[in-house]
C-alpha cells in the first residue's frame, strides 16, 4: 500500500485535473479502465460521462484513460481507486484479495434470477442489507451493473447433463463444487487461453456470456451452446475513490448519487445487446443453442442453491448476513415469477 499511495501521489501531479478545480471552478476527473474505449462498458461509461456533464452544466468534466493505462484490472484495480490513483474507475470486486466477502459468494446467492428480474432483485436486497455496500470500503459506488446469463460453451453437444460427465472446463469458481458433483473437472484457465485450448481439446467446454462468441470469435470453435442462463448478480463496478467524493460539493454529489440506478441499467443494456447481436452471429455461424430437459435444469439449480447454503453459512460465522441476503433474495425471485 505504500507504493500505492507514492503512485497515488504522482499520478495526482502528472494527470490534468485529478480532482481539483480548472479554470472556472470546472472539476476535472479521471476515469481509469482496463478496458478500451469501444468496449461495451466503455460504451455506457461514456453517456453516463455526458450526462453528469450536462446536468452539472459542465461543472463536471472527464478525462478517461483507457486500457489499463492508469488503473489495472482485477484486484489491483481495487487498491488502486481505494489509493487515489484515479478519481473514478472500474473494478471488479469479486476479486478482490480479501474482504468483499457477500460480493464474492453473491452469484450463488441470487441463482435462479434473470437478467429481467436481477437488478430489481439485487437493488431491493441492498437496501435492506447494507452491509454489501459497506464492504466497498474507500470507495463510492457509482453504478451497480451485473453482464449477463453464463452458458456452456461445448465442442460435443450436451444435451442432459450426463452428456458433460467427464469433460474438463473453464468454469466460474463459485460452481466449482457444483460440477464436481456432476463429475464435471472444473477449471481456472485465463478467456485468452479459452480459444486455443478448446482448439487443440485441451479443454471440453467453457462458461462464458454469449457475446465472446462474436467478439472473441469462439463460435469458431465451440459450435455447441447450453443454456443453463446463471445469472451474474450486480456488483459495484465503477466505483470514485472516497477521498475525492468528500471533496465534491454537496449539489455535485446529489448529481451522481441521483443517476446511479441510470448507470446501471444502461450498462446492462449494453450487455444484453451484445448477447442478442451474438446469438444472431453464433446462428449463421452454426452454432446450436440447446435447451436442457426441465428435470436436468431443475437438477442443476438445486446443487447450486446447496453449495449457496453452504457459502452463507461460513459467511454467517464472520458476522455478515450471507443466510438472510440468500433467503431475501430467494423470496423476492420466486414472488416475480408467479
Known amino acids: 500500500m505504500v507504493v500505492l499511495a507514492i503512485v497515488a501521489a504522482a499520478f495526482a501531479l502528472v494527470l490534468p485535473g485529478h480532482a481539483r478545480a480548472q479554470q472556472g471552478k470546472v472539476i476535472e476527473l479521471t476515469y481509469g479502465t482496463p478496458y478500451g474505449p469501444d468496449h461495451t ?11 453528469i456533464e450536462k446536468e452539472t452544466n459542465g461543472r463536471v468534466k472527464f478525462k478517461p484513460y483507457w486500457g489499463g493505462s492508469v488503473i489495472s484490472g482485477g484486484a489491483e484495480a481495487i487498491d488502486e481507486m481505494v489509493a487515489g490513483v484515479a478519481d473514478v474507475g472500474f473494478i471488479s470486486p469479486g476479486q478482490a484479495r480479501s474482504g468483499y466477502d457477500l460480493t464474492k459468494i453473491n452469484f450463488l446467492l441470487f441463482t435462479g434470477a434473470n437478467v429481467n428480474n436481477g437488478y430489481r ?27 449477463t446469463e453464463y452458458q456452456l460453451f461445448t465442442r460435443k453437444p450436451v444435451r ?7 469433460m474438463r472446463v473453464k468454469t466460474l469458481g463459485e460452481i466449482v463444487a457444483v460440477l464436481k458433483d456432476l463429475g464435471i473437472e472444473g477449471v481456472n484457465t485465463p478467456a485468452s487461453e479459452f480459444y486455443l485450448s478448446l482448439q487443440k481439446g485441451q479443454l471440453d467446454g467453457g462458461f462464458f456470456p454469449i457475446s465472446p462468441l462474436m467478439t472473441l470469435r469462439y463460435s469458431e470453435v465451440a459450435k455447441y451452446v447450453t443454456l443453463l442462463h446463471l445469472y451474474r ?29 441510470w448507470f446501471s441499467v444502461e450498462s446492462d443494456k449494453d450487455c444484453m445487446k451484445d448477447d442478442d447481436d451474438a446469438r444472431e452471429f453464433g446462428k449463421k455461424a452454426g452454432v446450436e443453442f440447446i435447451d436442457l430437459p426441465k428435470e436436468d435444469m431443475t437438477r442443476f439449480y438445486d446443487l447450486v442453491r446447496q453449495e449457496g447454503a453452504k457459502q452463507a453459512k461460513l459467511v454467517d460465522a464472520k458476522g455478515l448476513p450471507g443466510t438472510k441476503i440468500l433467503n431475501d433474495a430467494q423470496r423476492l425471485r420466486k414472488a416475480s415469477q408467479k
Open 41 to 51: 462498458f466503455s460504451k455506457s461509461d461514456k453517456r453516463w460521462f455526458a450526462k
Open 121 to 147: 432483485i439485487f437493488m431491493q436486497v441492498l437496501k435492506d442489507n447494507p452491509e454489501i455496500e459497506k464492504e466497498y470500503k474507500g470507495l463510492k459506488v457509482m453504478g451497480w451493473s451485473s453482464g
Open 160 to 166: 442432459r447433463l450426463s452428456d458433460a460427465k467427464g
Open 233 to 261: 448478480p450486480h456488483t459495484g463496478s465503477r466505483v470514485m475513490c472516497l477521498k475525492t467524493w468528500n471533496k465534491l460539493p454537496p449539489d455535485i454529489q446529489k448529481v451522481f448519487e441521483n443517476n446511479v440506478g
